[in-house]
């Protein structure tokens, strides 16, 4: 998934020369095809046809022409949710969100043009020049750990970070009412670290709105230069207020002194807020607190004068920033109030702020944990009140990790032809919305395909309208092809985090269809909510399905070859299958058309097993007509035999053009290059012991009697294979390519560390296998208590050792790897404290 990008980004040379180039000189910069404006359409074809018949070119530039302009056209099936789901008047109690996740705090509208809000801080006087300005989640900035201890997904939350010497409590509250969304309240506490013995430090902080279009902003000053408030009207939000509260000590009404600098000017997009920030943080101002000795700090340079400097005259939007410096410890309050939600009373509602705020915060934590208990029955099952806060802090990262996104993707069609020969730009896709959980708020703070199936797994649990909303964003992302990107870059904020030659997403490449977990569970639920959601989303989910059958057909029937592996580079030990979901997890040796992969065929018997059973259940009789025996054919045992089971290996496998003898040897000055001993490649299965060669178990595709589930424990069980006290291994211990790097830059990923989401996948069918009668009954369960203990309880003490999340664990000693936070599916191991499968 995720981390293929990253990795890739470390070695921008392999493989994505037009991608690049594409990149560089933008999309439709040759001749448009692809981006051509929609009203155009029609009038483009039939000049191109004109044109193409007149230089007498063959059908074939006509066929491309089409296909690219499929690959950016959006699926005409009706739309999964409501017209205006995400409209303040459809859903008001979702409008407002902590929706910009690679913030360490900041709330927008679920809209195209939001109004947003944030908070960065500094410690002031630390270090010579300028103070560490916090703002996005980084991964290198020393800041953590820190985390959501309680979100519920809709009206409320508890952050705490930690930054050195201090600890900061973000907390936000939601009140209902008016027709935009309602009213909201921040409260911002920063104390010492009780450790810390140093003098209290003086600390600013920096709220800031913004907005991204005419609306217009009109601060309230008070003599001193203290903003009284700004006041503002949107069209979506109707007349707000937004208020910041005297500061007081932490749990006091007293106020308590603080240094005020305003700011406002143009929106400076974006990505450049952090840094235009630091660059005017550059005049020297008094801190003088009645009877202390002055101090300096760094502030903004107070203006209070906005001039619209755009060329129309239109306005970019404005950007204005408050400034309160103080010493710590102290609490600031940050109000919005919605003008429609103070007219809808009788009479004015009491602001939320000072002690009706901590009541209001307090009684929402409580609500939080009954509720949790009721949902997760942690504490029923008998788990420590220590891991039952993991496990609140599991659920309430990935609900405060939940992202809107709006903007348009890059892709480069599908061309028919193997994409070393692809001779097309990408084209943008058309702008569209994406409501969705993320991986990694510091490293991957957007949508990826594969990871929000185990995300939504998680989040159903809590509340199964927050995955309606994701899967029905997700299906809207549908293009007329029925393929869906995997990586989701929209908007500048998340283009600003990936380099421009990992922006395109290609129309042939798929991923694996996890949404469709989510759907299989609320197919068993029965929820009438979801099951109204599923009719409308049946269409898409047909469409999406049917492209990924099609268009990942193998060479024989029943069989499926994950297009877009990477080309044999002589620069990498085996070429890489991102579109696979486990990226470098080995392959066949050399990529070859006659390739099988068992994962995916894997995936499409699930897909095919879900879309047969959500098609009887609608009556959709034609499409069950069709899909039934597919599922049959793909479920059955000889089939899988036939195509997948590697007599010599005693297991499951992938087939294709493949040698053992590869090897990265160091031939300066080139470095590590890869070396193809004897035996020559041929066709044959390939001998790689891991998750890939779990898949008809994970997936549950096996009969319980199947003779081939006892090899498949047999592997799973031996720590010589994928065995580990922290959960099962990527890579068998056993395989040559265990640990091994893929090239010089690019270590080991898919090669032996322990991953949650296939751990999860693992625990639901041992525990699946546990319950149904068959001669491996006893031990699947045995299997599922001994692995369920080895992956909680690592997941645990790494989670005291460090305070967060990880993306994957050590094999060899538990450590947690790779980015942090992840409460992407890590967040699975609070599905397996409560053995909810
Ligand atoms: C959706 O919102 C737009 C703009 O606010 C409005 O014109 C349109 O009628 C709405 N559609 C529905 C179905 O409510
Ligand atoms: C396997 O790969 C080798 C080396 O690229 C090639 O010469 C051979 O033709 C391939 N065999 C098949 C069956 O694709
Ligand atoms: C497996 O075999 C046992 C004994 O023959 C039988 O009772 C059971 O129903 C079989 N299970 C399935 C799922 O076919």
């Not at 448009?32 to 929609?38: K, M, S, V, Y």
């Not at 705490?160 to 935009?180: C, N, S, Y």
């Not at 085996?574 to 994962?599: C, F, I, M």
């Not at 149904?772 to 692995?787: F, N, W």
């Amino acid at each position: 998934m995720a981390r293929g990008e990253r990795r890739r980004r470390a070695v921008p040379a392999e493989g994505v020369r037009t991608a690049e180039r594409a990149a560089r000189g933008g999309p439709g910069q040759r001749d448009g095809r692809g981006a051509a404006p929609r009203s155009t359409a029609g009038g483009v074809a039939v000049a191109i046809v004109v044109l193409s018949l007149a230089l007498g070119l063959s059908g074939r530039w006509v066929l491309a022409w089409h296909r690219a302009r499929r690959a950016v056209t959006l699926h005409s099936a009706p739309p999964a949710l409501p017209a205006n789901s995400s409209s303040p008047a459809v859903a008001p109690g979702l409008f407002w969100g902590t929706y910009r996740p690679h913030v360490y705090f900041g709330m927008k509208t679920r809209s195209p043009k939001p109004l947003l809000t944030g908070l960065m801080w500094a410690q002031q006087g630390t270090t010579p020049g300028t103070p560490k300005l916090r703002h996005t989640c980084e991964q290198g900035d020393g800041v953590g750990p820190y985390g959501w201890e309680f979100h519920d997904g809709l009206s409320f939350g508890r952050q705490h970070i930690q930054d050195g010497a201090l600890w900061l409590t973000t907390e936000f509250v939601k009140r209902p009412g008016g027709q935009h969304g309602g009213d909201w309240s921040w409260r911002v506490t920063v104390e010492p670290q009780a450790s810390s013995t140093s003098a209290l430090p003086l600390v600013s902080l920096f709220f800031y709105v913004m907005t991204d279009g005419k609306e217009v902003l009109l601060p309230e000053v008070e003599a001193k230069g203290q903003l009284k408030f700004i006041s503002g009207r949107t069209s979506e939000l109707g007349d707000f207020r937004f208020t910041l509260m005297p500061p007081t000590n932490p749990g006091d009404t007293a106020p308590k002194y603080g240094s005020y600098n305003v700011f406002w000017t143009s929106n400076p997009g974006l990505p450049l807020l952090t840094e235009m920030v630091k660059n005017s943080l550059n005049s020297w101002f008094q801190h003088r607190p009645p009877g202390a000795s002055p101090e300096r700090y760094l502030g903004l340079p107070g203006s209070l004068k906005w001039e619209d400097r755009s060329p129309s005259g239109q306005g970019q939007g404005q950007f204005l920033i408050q400034q309160v410096t103080l010493k710590v410890p102290f609490s600031v309050e940050f109000v919005f109030e919605s003008g429609s939600a103070q007219a809808g009373g009788n009479q004015a509602l009491p602001r939320l702020a000072g002690s009706l705020l901590t009541q209001t915060l307090e009684n929402h934590a409580e609500a939080f944990r009954e509720r949790f208990e009721k949902t997760f029955h942690l504490k029923e099952k008998g788990l420590s009140p220590g891991e039952q806060a993991l496990g609140q802090a599991a659920l309430s990262d990935l609900l405060g990790g939940i992202g809107y996104f709006y903007g348009q993707g890059l892709v480069l069609p599908d061309m028919g032809v193997e994409e070393s020969e692809q001779k097309v730009d990408p084209a943008l896709f058309p702008p569209i919305p994406l409501f969705t959980a993320v991986p990694s708020r510091s490293f991957f703070p957007r949508g990826f395909l594969w990871d929000e199936g185990f995300h939504q797994l998680v989040v159903q649990r809590w509340d199964p309208y927050l995955t309606r909303e994701a899967l029905g964003h997700w299906l809207g992302l549908l293009n007329a092809d029925g393929w869906i990107g995997r990586e989701q870059i929209l908007g500048d904020e998340a283009r600003a985090r990936v380099p421009p030659e990992f922006l395109v997403q290609r129309a042939v490449h798929a991923n694996p269809p996890t949404l469709l977990l989510p759907v299989a569970h609320m197919l068993e639920g029965g929820d009438p909510d979801d099951l109204a959601f599923l009719r409308k989303a049946f269409p898409r989910l047909h469409a999406w399905f049917s492209w990924l059958h099609q268009s990942q057909a193998g060479p024989v029937p029943l069989s499926y070859r994950w297009r877009g592996r990477d080309p044999a580079l002589p620069t990498l030990l085996n070429p890489k299958t991102l579109p696979s979901g486990l990226d470098d997890y080995p392959r066949a040796s050399h990529p070859s058309v006659a390739e099988r992969h068992l994962d995916l065929r894997c995936w499409v018997a699930l897909g095919a097993r879900v879309l047969t059973q959500l098609a009887e259940y609608l009556g959709e009789t034609e499409v069950a007509a069709e899909l039934g025996p597919l599922a049959a054919s793909l479920e059955s045992a000889e089939s899988l035999d036939e195509l997948h089971w590697a007599q010599e290996l005693g297991v499951f496998a992938d087939f294709g053009n493949h040698t053992k003898a590869v090897q990265l040897k160091p031939r300066p000055p080139q470095g590590l290059v890869r070396v193809v001993g004897r035996p020559q490649p041929r066709l044959q299965y390939v001998d790689a012991l891991g998750y890939v060669s779990l898949f008809p178990l994970l997936l549950r595709l096996l009969d319980p009697n199947s003779s081939r589930l006892g090899p498949l424990l047999d592997i799973l069980a031996d720590s010589r294979h994928l065995w580990s006290p922290f959960g099962l291994r990527s890579l068998a211990a056993s395989s040559s390519f265990y640990g091994q790097r893929n090239s010089e830059h690019d270590p080991p990923y898919w090669r032996g560390a322990v991953w949650l989401n296939v751990n999860y996948l693992a625990l639901g069918a041992l525990h699946h296998y546990g319950q149904l009668k068959g001669p491996h009954q006893a031990r699947a369960a045995k299997l599922h208590s001994e692995l369920r203990a080895n992956v909680v309880g690592n997941v645990w003490r790494q989670y005291q050792s460090t305070g967060f999340l990880w993306e994957q664990y050590s094999d060899r000693d538990g450590r947690g790897m790779g980015c942090r936070p992840f409460n992407g599916w890590t967040s699975l191991v609070l599905l397996a404290m409560a053995e909810d499968y």
